[in-house]
């Protein structure tokens, strides 16, 4: 087999339309440069959108279908409610069209994202609720920020936290018998990660952090709580090899990839499996590195529990899965690449893949990042594995209609409905698919900012900081109050209180929930006013300030 590069990206994380990319760093990490990705106006999206005739592939043949929409789209403002007049959504974006801005956070600058809902199982009030992201920038100095984000599946920002350093990989797990945030966070090197796994609680304070052990570092790629008590990391080491058999030193630089298992109580290394003594240098599709630079042959960028207990590894760059025999560490099958155990199908291949997720003895989804000497699109698929006569087959494939590659990140979240949730990595959008293969919301970041994976989850976050409150006169009279809560999911709505001083409040009108930062004009002059947050059945959540 002829080695082929990963498509779209060189070193410097750039696309390049001439030629092909000499390696692999421009994957998952926040590139050196600004990432020139197209970006379809939905004048464009549309008609491409209805010239994707098999956006779907389900047991080799059901069609792509776009919902039709009636409208502009639009969402009416919420009626007022006593007494007080609608201000609508108070989030805004600045000039670039790229960053959201609130009057009571003004700390935040989180990416502007736009979600089309399509109907069906797309509406609010839908579950899983929240969609997940860990949005990072091209350039990390360059705004919007990046950070830890859910959004709701309007689009509308619940919760943002934003950080100098990338995070990657924001979910829900759970631990120790309940539902938790889990993300990483470092700093990214050679397409590798340096740093720690984290668990959070409900209040989104890290309670838990997960390190590598035997003087390695836990690495971005993947982060997976297991019932046992113990977290399934990722690792990469640094060391030399000889790499004369494929042309290269006799004393070559190389990244080994590391599955650990590490208890989560006492850190204790559990597992610690390495590529370098299971799977050989000419299973890899990567040609020998220039001099001086590392030989990431593997790549390793997931592990699973797979239903016998054992596990399941996804190699990007050997183009293959790996079971692995969790005592022992010896692969048990392959499953793609050069030396794979089972006959694929050529509508079930995949290449350069992320994000391999067992379910059940006999079915993986996986994300085929694919390239232009591979495949025309990238996709999320399926695949049923025939262990008696050790044939795979394509179940599902999901593909985007604006027909798009993305040459990097990614991942297919199957939902528990029967439809799918896919991450499109380096072209920075996200979709849902409903059980009969419906595109019902698409979703995209701003050009250059992209997120690794992207998940729906439900969450219920009880931040320990109280709301945020700001009233600003209004010319013609009265005041307009901006109330926000950073990660509280349960407000339906904010009432306003307003007095001549703190102790003498009343309420003034009220407002329900219409984003990040909700506004409410109130026909008071104050001049005390007080923004309270209330759940769906009119309970108070909590209360800002007196300002």
Same mark, same amino acid.
């Given at each position: 087999?002829?080695?082929?590069?990963?498509?779209?990206?060189?070193?410097?994380?750039?696309?390049? *339309?001439?030629?092909?990319? +000499?390696?692999?760093?421009?994957?998952?990490?926040? &590139?050196?440069?600004?990432?020139?990705?197209?970006?379809?106006?939905?004048?464009?999206?549309?008609?491409?959108?209805?010239?994707?005739?098999?956006?779907?592939?389900?047991?080799?043949?059901?069609?792509?279908?776009?919902?039709?929409?009636?409208?502009?789209?639009?969402?009416? &403002?919420?009626?007022?409610?006593?007494?007080?007049?609608?201000?609508?959504?108070?989030?805004?974006?600045?000039?670039?069209?790229?960053?959201?801005?609130?009057?009571?956070?003004?700390?935040?600058?989180?990416?502007?994202?736009?979600?089309?809902?399509?109907?069906?199982?797309?509406?609010?009030? %839908?579950?899983?609720?929240?969609?997940? =992201?860990?949005?990072?920038?091209?350039?990390?100095?360059?705004?919007?920020?990046?950070?830890?984000?859910?959004?709701?599946?309007?689009?509308?920002?619940?919760?943002?936290?934003?950080?100098?350093?990338? +995070?990657?990989?924001?979910?829900?797990?759970?631990?120790?018998?309940?539902?938790?945030?889990?993300?990483?966070?470092? %700093?990214?090197?050679?397409?590798?990660? $340096?740093?720690?796994?984290?668990?959070?609680?409900?209040?989104?304070?890290?309670?838990?952090?997960?390190?590598?052990?035997?003087?390695?570092?836990?690495?971005?790629?993947?982060?997976?709580?297991?019932?046992?008590?113990?977290?399934?990391?990722?690792?990469?080491?640094?060391?030399?090899?000889? !790499?004369?058999?494929?042309?290269?030193?006799?004393?070559?630089?190389?990244?080994?990839?590391?599955?650990?298992?590490?208890?989560? @109580?006492?850190?204790?290394?559990?597992?610690?499996?390495?590529?370098?003594?299971?799977?050989?240098?000419?299973?890899?599709?990567?040609?020998?590195?220039?001099?001086?630079?590392?030989?990431?042959?593997?790549?390793? $960028? &997931?592990?699973?529990?797979?239903?016998?207990?054992? =596990?399941?590894?996804?190699?990007?760059?050997?183009?293959?899965?790996? @079971?692995?025999?969790?005592?022992?560490?010896?692969?048990?099958?392959?499953?793609?690449?050069?030396?794979?155990?089972?006959?694929?199908?050529?509508?079930?291949?995949?290449?350069?893949?992320?994000?391999?997720?067992?379910?059940?003895?006999?079915?993986?989804?996986?994300?085929?990042?694919?390239?232009?000497?591979?495949?025309?699109?990238?996709?999320?698929?399926?695949?049923?594995? @025939?262990?008696?006569? @050790?044939?795979?087959?394509?179940?599902?494939?999901?593909?985007?209609?604006?027909?798009?590659?993305?040459?990097?990140?990614?991942?297919?979240?199957?939902?528990?409905?029967?439809?799918?949730?896919?991450?499109?990595?380096?072209?920075?959008?996200?979709?849902?698919?409903?059980?009969?293969?419906?595109?019902?919301?698409?979703?995209?970041?701003?050009?250059?900012?992209?997120?690794?994976?992207?998940?729906?989850?439900?969450?219920?976050?009880?931040?320990?900081?109280?709301?945020?409150?700001? *009233?600003?006169?209004?010319?013609?009279?009265?005041?307009?109050?901006?109330?926000?809560?950073?990660?509280?999911?349960?407000?339906?709505?904010?009432?306003? !209180? *307003?007095?001549?001083?703190?102790?003498?409040?009343? *309420?003034?009108?009220?407002?329900?929930?219409?984003?990040?930062?909700?506004?409410?004009?109130? $026909?008071?002059?104050?001049?005390?006013?007080?923004?309270?947050? !209330?759940?769906?059945?009119?309970?108070?959540?909590?209360?800002?300030?007196?300002?």
């Amino acid at each position: 087999m002829t080695a082929t590069r990963p498509p779209l990206e060189d070193e410097d994380g750039e696309v390049r *339309a001439a030629r092909l990319p +000499r390696t692999d760093e421009g994957d998952e990490r926040a &590139s050196a440069q600004p990432q020139p990705e197209p970006r379809l106006s939905r004048r464009q999206f549309l008609p491409r959108a209805a010239a994707a005739a098999v956006g779907l592939v389900a047991a080799g043949a059901v069609g792509y279908e776009l919902p039709h929409r009636s409208g502009s789209g639009r969402r009416s &403002s919420p009626a007022s409610v006593g007494g007080s007049t609608s201000a609508g959504p108070a989030t805004a974006t600045d000039a670039s069209g790229r960053v959201q801005t609130f009057i009571t956070r003004p700390d935040l600058r989180p990416p502007a994202v736009r979600v089309t809902p399509l109907g069906g199982q797309s509406a609010p009030g %839908s579950t899983p609720r929240f969609i997940l =992201l860990a949005p990072m920038n091209a350039v990390p100095a360059r705004e919007p920020q990046q950070g830890l984000m859910m959004l709701d599946r309007q689009g509308r920002l619940v919760w943002f936290a934003p950080s100098g350093d990338p +995070r990657f990989n924001l979910d829900v797990q759970s631990y120790a018998g309940r539902p938790a945030l889990t993300w990483w966070q470092g %700093s990214v090197s050679n397409a590798h990660g $340096n740093g720690v796994g984290e668990i959070g609680d409900d209040a989104f304070h890290p309670i838990h952090s997960i390190r590598a052990g035997r003087g390695l570092q836990t690495d971005l790629h993947d982060l997976q709580l297991t019932a046992r008590g113990t977290a399934l990391i990722t690792a990469y080491e640094t060391t030399t090899t000889d !790499l004369s058999s494929i042309g290269g030193s006799s004393q070559g630089q190389v990244f080994a990839g590391h599955v650990q298992e590490v208890d989560l @109580k006492t850190g204790r290394v559990l597992l610690d499996w390495n590529s370098l003594d299971h799977v050989g240098l000419d299973e890899s599709l990567q040609p020998a590195p220039h001099k001086g630079q590392g030989y990431d042959y593997f790549h390793l $960028n &997931s592990v699973g529990e797979m239903d016998d207990g054992h =596990l399941l590894v996804s190699a990007r760059n050997t183009s293959a899965l790996y @079971k692995l025999d969790r005592s022992t560490g010896q692969i048990l099958w392959r499953l793609g690449g050069k030396r794979s155990d089972f006959a694929v199908s050529p509508a079930a291949r995949f290449w350069w893949q992320h994000d391999a997720r067992p379910h059940g003895s006999s079915v993986i989804s996986v994300f085929d990042n694919s390239g232009p000497d591979k495949a025309k699109q990238s996709r999320g698929l399926v695949l049923s594995i @025939k262990h008696a006569t @050790k044939r795979v087959e394509l179940t599902r494939a999901f593909l985007h209609p604006a027909g798009f590659i993305a040459g990097t990140l990614g991942n297919v979240q199957l939902l528990r409905d029967g439809g799918a949730f896919v991450g499109w990595g380096s072209q920075s959008y996200f979709s849902q698919y409903a059980p009969d293969g419906r595109l019902i919301l698409d979703g995209q970041l701003p050009v250059g900012v992209r997120s690794y994976r992207a998940h729906l989850a439900d969450w219920v976050g009880r931040p320990a900081d109280g709301p945020r409150i700001v *009233a600003q006169a209004n010319p013609a009279g009265g005041f307009a109050v901006h109330a926000s809560w950073n990660g509280a999911t349960e407000v339906a709505r904010w009432s306003v !209180l *307003a007095g001549p001083n703190g102790s003498s409040l009343s *309420a003034v009108g009220s407002q329900p929930w219409t984003g990040f930062e909700t506004a409410i004009e109130v $026909n008071s002059e104050g001049p005390a006013f007080c923004a309270v947050a !209330l759940d769906a059945r009119g309970r108070e959540l909590g209360r800002s300030p007196v300002v």
